[in-house]
């Protein structure tokens, strides 16, 4: 007698079992399709949101991408000036004089330069041979 409600015991327990797992199947049937329901229904609002944040994403590149030109001029300005003082520390008699590039004249075998400063302003002319 222990033998036989041993087996049916056995036997209800592997049908409860089995009727747990298809009951877990169906709420994992039902979840996933509530989930992909969710998401369509909320998607448009999703959508309106990445817009909004992907136009402030632009007009933050936009203005960083303003900021690294200007940085990139004001380098260029120092390194032009670190090169002024390190001629004037090689050259400490050389005369340093602003000047505006007036005409610049290609010829053949000759170049000029036309400038808005003269002997004047210390300015000597200097031929190279």
């Avoid at 075998?109 to 200097?126: L, P, Q």
Wanted: hydrophobic share 50%.
């Amino acid at each position: 007698m222990a033998g036989i409600l041993a087996s049916h015991w056995w036997l209800l327990r592997r049908a409860l079992a089995a009727r747990d797992c298809s009951l877990v199947s169906i709420q994992s049937w039902f979840s996933t399709r509530y989930v992909a329901v969710e998401d369509l229904l909320s998607a448009p609002r999703d959508i309106v949101s990445l817009r909004t944040r992907n136009a402030e994403l632009e007009a933050e590149v936009s203005q960083l991408q303003a900021q690294v030109i200007e940085l990139q001029q004001r380098v260029n300005e120092t390194d032009i000036l670190a090169a002024l003082v390190d001629f004037s520390r090689a050259n400490p008699k050389a005369l340093i004089v602003q000047l505006r590039l007036s005409a610049a004249i290609r010829a053949l075998s000759c170049h000029y330069v036309i400038i808005n400063r003269g002997s004047n302003d210390g300015i000597r002319a200097a031929c190279r041979s």
